[in-house]
């Protein structure tokens, strides 16, 4: 009831509101209160008096790109045929124009990196929110002058694996460095960075989310993947997974479950390198297993 009163009343002198077009002003002291109107209606408009074929009003906004995708273009329609003459003075606006849009060595750097993370993305087949996030990362980065001295498609594969540790995505290292333009160490040096400046909240990865796609990669049937699962839980119930890597530790309970399996041949080298580790230290995590049974 106190809420509803206070939207009623003035808030400079108590006295009754009134709705004039789309102001909400005091009868009393003439303050506006509210000057903004909610246009309920829908985000697209029609042309010649067609309701069926609506068109967008434009593309929504992004943390993708430098400038949240707010800015125009002048295309290369070949609708409107042009003479030599306006076909010159269209590609020197377009090129005028571009350089308008990209007037900074940070905005180049942006869209660099940006660029990057959109490729990488699409081709880890990631979602769309961890292209947003990991672009946000990279622009607070960029505005914490972290990118002086490193390299930008570093920070960009950085980024991706950062987001994907905070989303508890599995994704690995090498996973990521296999399709980006940027070796291990760059990553590597950026995500400490990361993490030392900005405080990525990353947590370890569970090792069954790398599961399916291990044991699509290696064949296996889907008795062994929960066969798997089950031995991933009994070492977290014994508390034997602290300190190590959750991809080798996916690797091992899926060798052990091809292990029992008759007519399943799986190698310790074939595990360890789906998963990017050694043998050693897929036999490590083995070792504990045949402990616990």
């Known amino acids: 009831m106190a809420g509803s009163e206070s939207e009623s009343t003035c808030p400079e002198c108590g006295s009754r509101l009134r ?34 074929d609506g068109k967008r009003t434009g593309a929504p906004l992004t943390r993708s790109r430098h400038d949240r995708g707010l800015s125009t273009e002048i ?28 007037s900074t060595k940070t905005d180049r750097n942006k869209i660099t990196g940006f660029t990057e993370i959109r490729r990488v993305v699409s081709q880890l ?26 390299s930008i498609e570093g920070f960009a594969a950085a980024t991706i694996y ?29 995500y400490d960075a990361l993490n030392r400046e900005l405080g990525v909240p990353t947590g370890p990865i569970d090792p069954s989310e790398y599961l399916a796609r291990y044991a699509s990669k290696l064949d296996l049937d889907t008795v062994v993947e929960n066969r798997a699962r089950e031995h991933v839980s009994a070492l977290q119930e014994a508390g034997l997974i602290g300190g190590k890597n959750p991809s080798g530790v996916a690797a091992a309970c899926l060798y052990a479950a091809a292990s029992d399996q008759e007519g399943c041949e799986l190698t310790q080298t074939d595990a360890a390198e789906v998963a990017g580790v050694s043998p050693v230290t897929v036999r490590s995590t083995v070792v504990d297993l045949r402990d616990l049974h």
Request: glycine fraction near 6%; aromatic fraction near 6%.
């Open 19 to 52: 709705k004039i077009g789309i102001e909400t002003v005091c009868e009393e002291c003439g303050f506006v209160v509210s000057e903004h109107a909610i246009d309920h209606g829908p985000e697209w408009r029609s042309f010649e008096d067609d309701d069926v």
């Open 75 to 102: 295309g290369y329609g070949t609708d409107v045929r042009t003479t030599g003459r306006k076909r010159r003075r269209l590609a020197r606006m377009r090129r005028e124009h571009n350089r308008a849009r990209i």
């Open 125 to 150: 087949s990631l979602p769309l929110d961890v292209r947003e996030q990991a672009c946000a990362m990279f622009e607070s980065a960029q505005s914490e002058d972290l990118l002086r001295g490193r």
């Open 162 to 190: 950062a987001t994907c540790r905070t989303h508890s995505i599995a994704r690995t290292i090498e996973e990521i460095v296999d399709v980006a333009f940027a070796d291990e160490n760059e990553l590597k040096a950026a």
